[in-house]
């Protein structure tokens, strides 16, 4: 905190203006008493020959005059001699004094306290204010010494007017959210037939999908307490602070249950534990845990829902994730160009467009944009168009912004040339084709083109029923899918990109393990080397290797004849089904996102064929 803004600062400045309007009031009073003309003896004695005084009144030394045509004049006299003498002194007769009234007053008591005090009392008394001032912020101090272990869990104030309307696209996480408001308000509903209400729900995605946002609209629409913090106030230098916050912030939201407490940015405090290299992280450990203890200990009818916002939930502690616990997830997916759309039009809402804006073409120009990035273009057009002097935001510069948000320096890698939708729109199209033409594999759930993360796009094959083995036709029905995206690209391009990277790597750990450990290949049954979790990698696997370097050239070439397969059986496909690849990668380059029956009825003419890997 600066120092301007710091309680010290504000009680000097306090202090000081205390001190000026004292001693300005006092100067001021000063001055009103001095405004009697001031005379000297000399002109006393000389006024009082001229028969103009009327009336002297004395006070001790201090002469007030009373003069004709209701002047007033003061004067003083020598302390020793009274006042008769003094004026004879200076000339006057005794027959001017004698026509004169004169009134000796005797100051009373308080006179001459309030004489002697004030001057002395008002300086005090600033001085006094502002040690109580200073006093009083080191007491502040030492409070928050001892609140330290407190919660700075905030209760949200209700004026918030965020509400679901301002939150687009989403539809899937309103309608979850939507029903954990509905628990709070109607808990005798669910509880009528037997239901536990959810103790927590994880928003996931990725940073300004609007995670935050849906929070904030929970907050205004459900019109029960909602209690909001950032895991990141929970940690600090102490051990066992972080949890007594958490202890404390539980407390706050019992009490007032039915009530919301949201955890933002909680992969903060929720990592996986014991994954740090050595100790170090007993602090963060700690807090963790509490936050276990707490959600497990609320009493069944105790209405507190933990909502929790983290856009790594793969780092997330697996206790966390287990039923009772995080046991509701939410996928705050990037928004499609659909999407992408509502959100523009949100953020338009407040700011004058020009009749030619199209913002259909800016939502089809941004692939790959969040739902922050989208916020930020709209902003930042207009603030271009107020640097332009316009009344209201044209076309070109909501281009520009978009530029402008594209080139900024962390979303360089995220930049979408039109070449690199239509490379990826192959690729996706290549994993889609496959999956649906491929004997043993699962059916396509949806594909897309809008980037996550560092994929450029993603395909989503769901299994059709819970299974708990996977079959070596499957497994390698899998391998002919995942080099689909690579082998489309090279198909039609000629040449391949560095994205299909991971697909390649994965396809050879599922050929390595269909050999190594699963006894899928011709090398026969058993397992080749050993492998275990290295507590202190995290997850890491350590491999150790307990076969010869003749079988290791096996495994190898094993490996190597698994993925030839594979590769054969998804080149066929693409050739024979090439009409049917154009089709989904135009789609998909217009609509961006497939869903299962989009697709399916997108390939439906083209009687995919069914080819099954021979390995
Ligand atoms: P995060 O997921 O990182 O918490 P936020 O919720 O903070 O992201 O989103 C940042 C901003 O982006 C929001 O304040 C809002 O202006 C905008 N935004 C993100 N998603 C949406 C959406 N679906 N609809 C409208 N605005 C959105
Ligand atoms: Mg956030
Ligand atoms: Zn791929």
Redesign the pocket.
């Known amino acids: 905190m600066p120092f301007f803004r710091s309680a010290l600062f504000k009680n000097i400045v306090w202090g000081t203006l205390v001190l000026f309007v004292a001693v300005g009031l006092f100067s001021l009073l000063g001055e009103k008493a001095a405004e009697p003309e001031n005379l000297t003896l000399n002109q006393v004695a000389q006024k009082l020959a001229a028969g103009e005084v009327e009336k002297i009144t004395v006070r001790e030394n201090e002469l007030a005059l009373d003069l004709r045509e209701g002047k007033k004049a003061v004067a003083r006299k020598e302390r020793e001699a009274s006042l008769t003498e003094s004026l004879t002194n200076f000339g006057a007769g005794a027959e001017d004094l004698r026509n004169v009234q004169i009134d000796v007053v005797n100051p009373s008591g308080w006179q001459v306290a309030m004489s002697v005090l004030i001057p002395t009392l008002v300086p005090l008394l600033a001085i006094g204010l502002l040690l109580w001032f200073m006093f009083r912020q080191a007491r502040g101090t030492a409070n928050q010494a001892m609140s330290f272990g407190r919660s700075t869990v905030k209760r949200s104030s209700g004026q918030e007017r965020i509400r679901f309307a ?5 539809e899937e996480a309103k309608a979850e959210l939507t029903e954990v408001v509905d628990f709070l308000r109607n808990p005798k509903k669910f509880q009528a037939l037997g239901a536990k209400i959810p103790r927590g729900v994880l ?1 996931a ?12 609209a929970v907050a205004g629409e459900s019109k029960v307490p909602f209690f909001h913090v950032s895991a990141s106030e929970f940690v600090e230098m102490f051990v066992g602070v972080g949890a007594s916050r958490i202890r404390d912030a539980f407390l706050t939201a019992r009490k007032a249950a039915p009530a919301i407490m949201f955890i ?1 940015e909680i992969d903060a405090v929720g990592r996986q534990r014991g994954a740090g290299l050595g100790g170090g992280n007993d602090e963060r450990e700690q807090t963790l845990n509490q936050i276990l203890v707490e959600l497990d200990g609320f009493d069944n009818d105790t209405n507190v829902i933990v909502l929790a ?1 983290t ?1 790594r939930p793969d780092v997330l502690d697996p206790a966390l994730l287990r039923p009772g616990r995080f046991d509701r997830r939410v996928m ?1 997916d990037m ?1 499609d160009r659909k ?1 992408r759309r ?2 523009l039009d ?2 338009a809402k407040n700011k004058p467009l020009d009749k030619a804006v199209n913002l259909d073409v800016l939502a089809s120009r941004t692939p790959g944009f ?7 273009v709209m902003n930042e057009a207009a603030i271009l168009a107020a640097r332009a002097n316009q009344k209201k935001i044209n076309q070109l510069q909501l281009l520009e912004a978009v530029e402008k948000v594209v080139l900024g320096p962390e979303r360089r890698s995220r930049v979408m040339t039109d070449q690199d939708r239509k490379i990826t729109a192959y690729h996706e199209g290549g994993h889609a084709i496959v999956a649906a033409s491929i004997e043993g594999s699962d059916p396509v759930h949806k594909v897309s083109i809008v980037s996550r993360g560092m994929a450029g796009g993603y395909t989503m094959k769901v299994p059709e029923e819970d299974r708990s083995y996977k079959s070596r036709k499957q497994f390698l029905a899998e391998m002919a899918t995942m080099l689909g995206g690579f082998l489309s690209e090279k198909a039609v391009f000629g040449d391949v990109t560095t994205g299909a990277s991971s697909d390649l790597k994965e396809a050879t750990a599922v050929a390595r393990k269909m050999v190594t450990r699963y006894g899928m290949s011709d090398l026969g049954v058993g397992t080749f080397g050993q492998t275990q979790e290295m507590v202190f990698l995290g997850r890491d696997l350590a491999h150790e290797r307990d076969y010869s370097e003749a079988v290791a050239s096996r495994i190898d070439a094993e490996v190597a004849r698994l993925l030839a397969a594979a590769r054969e059986a998804a080149e066929q496909v693409l050739k024979v089904n090439k009409a049917a690849l154009d089709a989904v990668a135009s789609a998909l380059l217009e609509r961006e996102t497939l869903e299962r029956e989009d697709f399916y009825e997108i390939v439906k003419p083209f009687n995919l064929e069914q080819i099954s890997v021979q390995a």
Not at 166 to 170: K, M, N
Not at 370 to 376: E, T, V
């Open positions: 301002d939150v687009a696209g989403l928003l995605g990725h940073p300004g999908t609007g995670k935050t946002l849906l929070a904030r933002d916002a856009n705050l928004p999407d509502a959100i949100i953020h969040s739902g922050a990035d989208l916020a930020n």
